[in-house]
Each structure stands twice: as C-alpha cells, then as structure tokens.
C-alpha cells in the first residue's frame, strides 16, 4: 500500500512549521499538501506526497546512488 | 467555466424567472416560453412557420445513421467544456464513428426545479456553438422538470442522424489480423478535469476536457481513400475498454504497447497522484481507427493534418490470437490482458 | 516525472534481472508485504523477470484487504444514518463487509464520499457543522501520521461532528505472525518503503535478528523492487540475515520523528483482527485516551453487526503465502472481482483480484 507520489514544491504558506503547507507540483498537478512532517522542506525541493501529507524530502543524492549502485553491480559481473 | 462564459451572448429577455419551476416543464404558457426566448435564441428556428412536434429533414442520398445517447455529469462546468458540450460532441461523434456526416441533433432536457435559468441558457449557448463547430442543427428537442432534489440540476439526452455512404463497412466484424491500431491523441484529459473539479479531489491541473466533434478527423481519412475497417470513440471506460470490446467483437486479439500511447505529463502527474491508471481515465475527444495495415501511415497523416487529431499515433496492431482478447505490451517484455473494469476507477491510497 | 521514469527504464531493469539471474543458486521464497508493491509487480510483470530458482509471494500488505468484516459493516451502519457523511479513500468503496459495501450503502440514500486525504474530511466537518462527519481511517503506518494531523487539527478546531473509525494495521505484527506459523516458508522480506519512510528501519531489526531472516526496505518502482530482490537473495545466497535499505531517497534509518511524535500523541497500540488471517496481537491502531472522544465506534452506537466470512475463503493462505491465488478452487469462478468471496479478492490491491486482473483466467501456475 501507501501510493506515495514524488512532487516538487513549488511555493509554502504558513510560518508555524506545524501548519505549513506546500503547493507541490506532480508533472503539471498540483496540490495543497501538508509539510508538518518536514519542517526541513524548502520551496524546490522533491516531497514524496501520501494522502495530503509530505512524509520526506527526497534524497536526490541517495537517489542517484541507488541508480549508480545498479550500474555497477551490472558492469562488474 | 471560463469557455462558456466567453461565447455566452444573453439573449433579452431569457425569462422573467430567474429559477426553472416545474411550469416550465408543463407544456403550455411557461415552456412556450421557455423554447421560445431560451432555446430557439440559441438553437436557431428550425425552417419558416410555426413549431412543430417535430422536424422535417432533407437529408442527403445514403445510408440513414441514428444514435442517441444521454447525459449525465458532475460537474456541469468543467475545464474544457461543460454538459452541453458534451451532449452535443458525444453524439455527433457516435454518428461519425459509423462513418456518417452529422445533419440534426434533437435535445430532451431533464431540468431538476430550481436550477438558476442563467446555467440553463449558459448551457444553451454551448450546446449551440458544439453545434456550429461540428457543422450540425439542433432542431428539435422536449423540457422535463422534476422536484427539487430529485435531479443533478440537468440532465440531457441527445439524439442524432446523420448519412453515410451505402458503400460503406465500418465496425469490429471488418476487422482483420494485421491491421493496424491507430489512436487519434492523448488520453485521459476528459478524466482528469472532471474530477479536478469534484468536491474531495480538488487539485490544480492545466488539464482540459478533450471534449470535441470528431467529424473532421474522420473524413479526413474516408475522402483521402484511407481502407477504415473500424472507428470508436474512447469515453468513460478509456482506451482499454474500447479495445477490449472491440477485440472481442472482432473474435481476434488487440495488442497494443503501452510505450506507444501519448500521454501527457499533467494528465500523468494526476493519474500517479491519484493511483489512477490512464488507459481507463475517461476521454471525450479521442478515438481509434483500425486500417488495412499499408493504409496506416496514410490514415496517421490524414489524422495529423486535423486540430482535433493532431497527436494521433499508431499504437498497435491487430493479431490472430488469443482469439478476443486485448493485450498490453509492457516496456519489460511482460505482456498483460486488459480487461473491463466492474464500475468506475476509483481513486487510491493503496 | 522525476523519481519515477529513472526507476522505470527498461534497460536498467533487465540489467538488474540478469544480475539476479547470475546470482542465484538456490530457491528462495520471498515475500513483499505492500499492496502498492504487489499492484506494480503484478502491472509490469515483474515476476516474469524473476528467475525460477526465486518466488515472490504476496503478503497481507493491502490493509483494504485485511479491514476486518465488522468494521466494514459498522462503516456502513454508520454511513446509513441520518445526518452523518461517511468519508473514505476510494480503496474501501467497493469493499464488500458481509452484508453491504460502502457503495450500496450510498445507493440506499447514505452520504458516502470519497476524500484524498483525511484532512479534506476535517475541513467538511469545519464548513458544515449540521453534519456529523466520520473518516474510515484504514492503511498501514504510512497513513496513520496524517489521520493523526486529521484529528489533532480537529481537537484544535474544537469540532464536535468529526469523528473517526479507526482501522489502522501495524506491519511488524504482520511479518512476526507469518514467520511464527508452523508451516512458514517464508525465507526473506521485502519490507514496505513507505511504512518505513514514517517508521524507519529498528521495528524490523528484531525480527531479523530472531528469526534469521534478511529484510530489505524496498521502493514500489519496478528497479526498486527488482534491486530489493537482488538484496535479499544476495543476503539469503551469503548466509546474511540483516536490515538492508534499499529505498534510501526516501527511507532514513531513525524513519520520519515528527510523523512517529503524531502517531504516538494520537494513537495506542491495540490488538487487532485481520481479515482472512485472524487476531494479532498488539498489530492495530486506536485512539489513545486523550482523543478517545473522537472515536466513532463509541459515539455511534453500531452494534449487532455480523462478521461471517465464507468457508470457500482461502485468503488467509494467500496472505501468508501458503497458496497462489490460482491455486484457489473458487479463484476466477465462483470468486470474482465482482463478487468476491474474501479479503484478497475484495480490492484491486489484494493479491487475487490483482492476479486476476493482470493474469486473467488462462495462466498460472508458469512462474515459480
């Protein structure tokens, strides 16, 4: 389960860190999601958004890690 | 409801009333009325003389085509089009699918009491400028009203005739092994914008209803001598469904790749969003074509060289077996059967 | 789209099933337990891509499948009432209870409404206080964070029509059950990326440790599932039984502290009995004292609700893993999405209704 959708935010309203939300663009949609659960989350980032809520910011250098690591694994055999 | 804003030119007086009453369903002085300072300012008078029961047609010498189809959608203004739109397109566009040219359209209203005369005549003026664009006449039609709470504000049945020519042979019984499966655009906007607007889906979306008339399209290929063995229209089930019926009308298999079919990013964006999956996202203004295999590139270039079918890509092709089935080719080499799905596609968490 | 297309290139994912190929020697039983998982393998055909020596079973991962019986009906008891709208995710409509599925229940005059997010249920019940709102609360972990912001923002409201029922379902429980059974045979985890993304990866280092089996918190795209399957099979061919992650752009080893600090502010652990499997222990969510009176079971009083399941059922097999979903007598005939007998075929997550889906009726039985 947990169809969580990986958006960029695009703008934040709301200074009490418990109350901000993000206007998270998903490739053209965007939508109202809730950053109370990453206080740390800038405008530009990627948010993994589930049911209205960002639950982390995407780690974009763990990300390409994990593409590298496959390239590896497939050039060192 | 930006569009039908814009080409909305109120006719004075639209009524005294602000608000539809039962009355004007009654048939006598309120519905009168009605057609008279609503429907025929935007319509238009359906030859000289006094109304009638119904409508006299010249038609052309062909085959007669007739289709009917009702309307029922929520909400009734939506990005890209509205409940007029829809009931007018939705059935020219059946009549082109058999491959006739649309002439008149007839419009059964059902108005739920109550329902502010402003979305009506609103409704009205986009029903006329669909049938303007699609080259038809609306030029009879019929007012119901019902309780108060015992209708989605408007509902709408369109009926149409349209001709074609005797010669003739469209549908799933002409289709054979080898043809190949075109597509005429992107999927899913239809989809997507409606249920943008819905109450507990809202989200913020560039995407337009593909709403549109699909005559030119279709002729397009028929004049340039394209060999059309099938046409149908994607509507609420999507592009999967069509090919599922249509594979199994045929008694042969439709494959497809699903790297093939367009899809833009924001009607992907939604889909992902909402764990939806395009090829059953609703479409209004799409359609496919099956054609003898040599006539493929000739069909997608008569396609390409319309507005309304500017995207239109070959998707697939035609197999022998499994004998009534549909297939996705998947990018990782594993195939899947598409299958009909038992009601509408819900959004998931899941 | 960003994220997403990288882990969903064809070339990259054949590479990672032909490393697979090279490195398995042995057969291994596998299990992923996320309906989310079990949706994408089953949508690319990923188990095709897999090896004979390596089977994938699918675990009770889709918490719409597992929502016990009495729950569904005590939703649809509540929706019946006069005056309330019942909110949902649209997973739950179609799920059918013993007598009646939510969309039924509409049919006959309930308000039934689909949400996106719970927090769209609170702002109902703000802009219409005549209505006594409820949320179906379902899901693992990854959801219970925002149900808990959902009723935290409604106690900070002071909102007297909102209410939930709550059926939230832990993991780990999950995963200790299967491997408790006597006639277990499952040897690795893949563990769900987005309930690790909220819990991080400590729940699942116990259980490895005690049972000697290899967990890999993995993504839901296809190069994530098929890397957390090298993972594991790598660990499993080595003699390793260790939390390895997989999905590290979205999972931290201490998970998501603030998601973690809502949870435990709102909710308690409590027992709880999955569909088709049966009573866990300590494997449930439910309103901890402070926000018990947000509690819709408490607030409607729904009793005399049935919770008879029919004896044709497997599910509780298919959901450890026992036996395949074509394995089942009833699967395809008298057992259909559209009149399904049990959990596993009762939402398009579950194992039965996705394999009959993507599978049809004419194959099985090819893969492992």
Redesign the interface.
């Known amino acids: 389960?947990?169809?969580?959708?990986?958006?960029?935010i695009v703008s934040i309203e709301g200074s009490d860190p418990l109350l901000r939300i993000g206007?998270v663009?998903?490739?053209?949609?965007?939508?109202q999601i809730?950053l109370?659960?990453?206080?740390e989350a800038r405008e530009g980032d990627?948010v993994?958004?589930?049911?209205?809520?960002a639950?982390?910011v995407?780690?974009?250098a763990?990300?390409e890690?994990?593409?590298d690591?496959?390239?590896e694994?497939?050039e060192g055999? | 409801m930006g569009d039908a804003n814009n080409c909305f030119h109120c006719p004075v007086p639209i009524s005294r009333y602000a608000e539809v009453l039962m009355a004007h369903g009654g048939g006598g002085k309120l519905t009168r009325d009605l057609v008279e300072g609503l429907f025929i300012p935007a319509f238009g008078r359906p030859g000289a003389g006094p109304l009638h029961d119904g409508a006299r047609l010249d038609l052309p010498a062909g085959r007669i085509v007739f289709t009917t189809d009702a309307y029922v959608v929520l909400p009734l203004f939506f990005p890209g089009g509205d409940i007029g739109s829809l009931a007018v397109n939705g059935t020219v566009n059946d009549l082109a699918m058999c491959g006739a040219r649309p002439s008149s359209l007839s419009a059964a209203f059902i108005l739920e009491e109550g329902l502010p005369m402003k979305t009506l005549a609103r409704t009205a003026a986009s029903m006329a400028e669909a049938a303007r664009a699609a080259g038809v006449a609306v030029v009879t039609g019929d007012t119901k009203v019902v309780d108060r709470g015992k209708g989605d504000g408007i509902f709408i049945t369109t009926s149409g005739v349209g001709v074609a020519d005797p010669g003739l042979r469209i549908g799933p019984a002409e289709v054979c092994a080898g043809d190949a499966v075109i597509l005429s655009g992107d999927i899913g906007r239809h989809g997507i914008a409606v249920m943008a607007s819905r109450e507990g889906l809202a989200f913020e979306s560039e995407v337009q209803s593909d709403c549109a008339p699909l005559v030119d399209p279709v002729f397009a290929m028929l004049d340039a001598g394209v060999e059309v063995h099938c046409l149908r229209d994607l509507t609420r089930g999507g592009l999967a469904t069509v090919l599922v019926e249509i594979a199994a009308g045929a008694g042969l298999n439709v494959r497809i790749e699903e790297d093939a079919v367009p899809v833009t990013p924001a009607v992907r964006g939604a889909c992902e969003l909402l764990g939806l999956d395009p090829l059953y996202t609703a479409n209004e203004g799409r359609f496919v074509v099956f054609v003898a295999p040599g006539a493929a590139e000739q069909a997608v270039q008569a396609l390409r060289s319309c507005p309304a079918s500017a995207g239109a890509a070959r998707v697939g092709e035609v197999l022998a077996g499994p004998a009534g089935t549909a297939t996705l080719g998947g990018r990782f080499g594993a195939d899947r059967i598409l299958d009909m799905l038992s009601g509408e596609q819900l959004p998931r968490i899941c | 789209m960003k994220f997403i297309d990288e882990y969903r290139e064809a070339g990259s994912v054949r590479a990672c099933a032909e490393t697979l190929e090279r490195t398995v020697t042995r057969p291994w039983v596998l299990m992923e337990v996320c309906g989310g998982q079990t949706h994408a393998i089953l949508r690319y055909g990923l188990d095709r891509l897999l090896p004979g020596e390596v089977t994938l079973v699918h675990g009770p991962g889709c918490p719409v499948c597992v929502t016990p019986v009495a729950l569904i009906e005590k939703a649809g008891a509540i929706a019946a009432l006069p005056g309330v709208t019942l909110c949902s995710f649209g997973d739950m409509l179609r799920v059918p209870g013993a007598s009646v599925d939510l969309l039924t229940v509409k049919a006959r005059g309930g308000d039934v409404r689909t949400v996106y997010s719970p927090l769209d249920a609170v702002e109902l019940a703000r802009t219409n206080p005549e209505r006594q709102v409820v949320f179906f609360a379902v899901g693992f972990e990854t959801t219970a964070p925002v149900t808990a912001l959902a009723v935290s923002r409604a106690a900070q409201l002071d909102l007297e029509n909102f209410s939930l029922l709550v059926a939230h379902v832990l993991v780990p429980p999950a995963i200790e059950a299967i491997l408790a059974a006597p006639d277990n045979r499952i040897q690795g985890f893949l563990a769900a990326g987005h309930v690790c993304t909220v819990m991080g990866l400590d729940e699942y280092e116990e259980i490895a440790a005690k049972h000697h089996v290899p967990i890999v918190a993995t993504g839901f795209e296809p190069l994530d599932i098929l890397q957390g399957v090298l993972m594991t099979v790598r660990q499993l061919e080595q003699g390793r039984a260790e939390v390895e992650n997989q999905y590290a752009r979205a999972v931290q080893r201490q998970g998501n502290p603030r998601a973690r600090a809502l949870i435990a502010e709102v909710f308690q652990v409590v027992d709880r009995s999955w569909r088709g499997v049966g009573q866990i222990p300590q494997s449930g969510l439910g309103l901890s004292e402070a926000f018990a009176a947000f509690d819709a079971e408490t607030r409607f009083d729904v009793t005399g609700v049935s919770a008879e399941e029919s004896p044709l059922c497997i599910s509780g097999e298919i959901l450890r893993g026992i036996r395949r979903p074509d394995q089942c007598p009833a699967f395809g005939t008298r057992c259909t999405p559209e009149h399904p007998l049990g959990a596993t075929m009762v939402s398009s997550e579950g194992a039965c209704a996705a394999y009959h889906r993507y599978r049809g009726r004419q194959e099985g039985g090819d893969d492992g």
């Open positions: 389960m947990c169809l969580a959708v990986p958006g960029r206007t663009d998903f490739g053209g949609t965007r939508k809730s109370s659960c990453v206080p990627y993994l958004a589930h049911a209205g809520l639950l982390n995407v780690d974009e763990e990300a890690k994990t593409l690591l496959l390239r694994a497939t055999e």
